[in-house]
């Protein structure tokens, strides 16, 4: 079964604008990540949010994490049409150290 | 050189037939992982390894078997393919001393006949 539900299921926006999407996912955890794919391709790591943690900056991204509402989401400032992929997150959580459970992801479009 | 490598790329099969992906990593990781991506599904654990003699099952393992044979290699085999299990097949590896991140490979396409 799938931890994390994503949300839009899809979004297309402008060059320059920001993007925005959202995951939430039912079980306590130890930690969330997001992962990009580009089309037909593996995921790379994008950025790792510790459950003790509120926010994270790494370059344009922004992520943030409300343990409370089980709930997290990635910021995408400035966005490029390089931006364009599908976005991922995925949560670790309690003894499965190292064991991911994906969301279904978003499918971000960037027009130019 | 990609640090994750995965053979065959794309493979066409028929029903039936016994076929078996590779992977392999040059990043000295304990760690590997058999995912598989349906669209709309996401991704989904087949068989995760955390060392050579280390061998789980993850949420759909049905159907599939495991070989790690070195700590660099994972094989991922179809004992008898069926259609429906026509997906995307990632492998991927983790460092144990860096909890979480996952390094993936750039999958195997398969088509069961």
């Known amino acids: 079964s799938q931890q994390g539900e994503e949300d839009p299921q899809a979004l297309s926006i402008q060059e320059g604008e920001n993007a925005t999407m959202n995951c939430s996912y039912k079980?306590?955890?130890?930690?969330l990540q997001w992962y990009r794919q580009n089309s037909g391709r593996g995921l790379v790591h994008l950025i790792l949010i510790r459950s003790n943690e509120r926010e994270k900056h790494s370059g344009r991204l922004r992520v943030t994490l409300d343990t409370s509402k089980k709930s997290s989401s990635l910021l995408i400032t400035a966005s490029r049409a390089a931006d364009t992929a599908s976005y991922f997150c995925?949560?670790?959580?309690?003894?499965?150290?190292?064991?991911?459970?994906f969301g279904t992801g978003t499918l971000l479009a960037v027009q130019p | 050189d990609a640090d994750v490598t995965q053979t065959p790329r794309n493979r066409i099969t028929k029903t039936g037939k016994r076929i078996m992906l590779e992977c392999s990593q040059t990043k000295g990781h304990d760690r590997m992982y058999w995912y598989r991506q349906d669209p709309g599904l996401g991704l989904r654990l087949i068989y995760y390894s955390f060392d050579v003699k280390d061998i789980n099952k993850g949420e759909i393992s049905d159907g599939y078997s495991v070989s790690r044979q070195a700590q660099a290699k994972f094989s991922l085999s179809l004992e008898s393919a069926i259609p429906n299990q026509t997906a995307l097949y990632f492998c991927?590896?983790?460092?144990?001393?860096?909890?979480?991140?996952?390094?993936f490979g750039p999958g195997t396409r398969l088509l069961v006949l």
């Open positions: 991927a590896t983790s460092d144990a001393g860096r909890p979480g991140t996952q390094y």
């Open positions: 079980t306590s955890i130890n930690n």
């Open positions: 995925a949560t670790e959580s309690g003894g499965a150290t190292n064991k991911l459970i």
